[in-house]
């Protein structure tokens, strides 16, 4: 009932038809983007890969998702542009068309590349003006935001085994529908943000006063370094699953390449869920207490999934992703929080550590696949959860605001 509250109260707020917009210019990117993981196992039975390629794919695109985020997320904090997300839906537009072609694993590193330019460009940006129009209600905005991302992202796959599966990678160029809904839909995003740095710029006669940090300056790179091995732990996880785990049920349950798909979209539909449930529960109980418990909760799942049978796997991946993506909007919010002048640079630093952390470990995990086998991964990955226990070590900024 809470989180319905919460939701109401958001959805009465003047820019709730742009944080709606936002949501789902994120779910369409997203989509597009989860494309890439999804043709895996066409993309290596079309072109003979092994599994240590198919990592360096991954690598490749974390690689341009990741390194250009900060930096996109400083300059535009410096110097907005009101069409920024629909540059990064270019970007994802073109990737994915020469990915359809693509007939080398050259053509296809140039193709994942771009496409990482066109996420390195949207989260940064679609989140700090998520922030901007949030109106206080930054932790259920930011669900909101998020949310989409993940039901973009557990979608894609099930577009995939649909529509391109079944048929051949040219079918990849469906998704560019997509990108052209997308840059409807940024139209009152582009309206609304165009207005506020007009307004912005009136108001440019007079100092803006900037915001005071909750921490001292050795506490707050303390603060970050913990919240960035959190990050570390969650996609090495959250990399065996995006990225092996068709292999892994077709490996083990001799499933279908369409039904591997399937229960990939089971796993990244618990995302979605998980997602909407953090910020808002960030609001109410504390950043800490949430990413302490989606964190190092999700150890008994990811801890049992490898040794039982297909039905309780995709039971498991479920709750493990439900849990897990809990933590992300929470260890976000946190971490703006920190460095409330530099929301831009902040959401890249995250949003892009993230996807850096998720190409190596996916490069190393195809590595790893290769040595060992693909069941080995899980056997591995699934203690990551555990470094959640080094959440104790971070401050409890919830009790700070309240002392302050």
Not at 29 to 50: C, E, F, H, R, W
Not at 334 to 361: C, D, K, R, T, W
Request: a positive charge.
């Amino acid at each position: 009932m809470n989180l319905i509250q919460k939701f109401k109260a958001i959805a009465g707020l003047p820019t709730f038809p742009v944080l709606l917009a936002l949501c789902a210019t994120h779910c369409f990117n997203d989509m597009l983007q989860s494309v890439i993981t999804a043709v895996y196992p066409m993309i290596k039975l079309d072109l003979g890969l092994n599994f240590a390629e198919i990592g360096l794919i991954t690598l490749v695109y974390q690689i341009a998702a990741s390194v250009f985020q900060p930096v996109v997320g400083l300059v535009f904090d410096k110097h907005p542009v009101a069409s920024s997300l629909r540059i990064s839906t270019v970007s994802t537009a073109s990737g994915l068309a020469v990915l359809a072609f693509a007939n080398s694993l050259p053509w296809i590193l140039v193709a994942v590349f771009v496409v990482g330019l066109g996420s390195a460009t949207i989260h940064p940006e679609a989140s700090r003006i998520t922030s901007l129009a949030s109106e206080g209600r930054r932790g259920m905005a930011q669900s909101v935001f998020q949310v989409g991302g993940n039901f973009g992202g557990s979608i894609g796959p099930l577009l995939v085994a649909l529509i391109v599966s079944p048929y051949s990678r040219h079918c990849i160029l469906f998704f560019l529908i997509i990108s052209a809904c997308a840059i409807m839909v940024q139209r009152p995003i582009i309206r609304w943000y165009r207005a506020y740095l007009q307004q912005r710029k009136v108001e440019a006669g007079v100092k803006a006063t900037k915001l005071p940090m909750p921490l001292p300056l050795g506490t707050t790179i303390f603060a970050i370094s913990i919240l960035m091995i959190l990050i570390f732990s969650k996609y090495i996880y959250m990399a065996s699953i995006t990225s092996y785990y068709t292999f892994f049920l077709i490996k083990k349950f001799g499933v279908s390449i369409s039904a591997s798909q399937i229960c990939l979209f089971v796993f990244l539909i618990s995302t979605a869920a998980g997602t909407l449930v953090g910020g808002p529960m960030g609001d109410k109980y504390g950043r800490k207490p949430v990413i302490w418990v989606s964190i190092l909760g999700t150890a008994p799942f990811s801890l049992i999934l490898p040794h039982v049978g297909l039905a309780p796997t995709i039971v498991l991946s479920f709750c493990a992703g439900f849990m897990l993506s809990s933590a992300f909007p929470a260890i976000l919010l946190y971490s703006q929080e920190l460095l409330p002048n530099h929301l831009g640079m902040v959401s890249g630093l995250f949003f892009g550590f993230a996807f850096g952390v998720g190409g190596i470990a996916s490069a190393v995990l195809g590595d790893f696949a290769d040595t060992y086998g693909i069941e080995a991964i899980y056997r591995f990955c699934a203690y990551m959860p555990l470094l959640g226990l080094i959440t104790c070590f971070l401050p409890n900024l919830k009790k700070l605001q309240k002392v302050a």
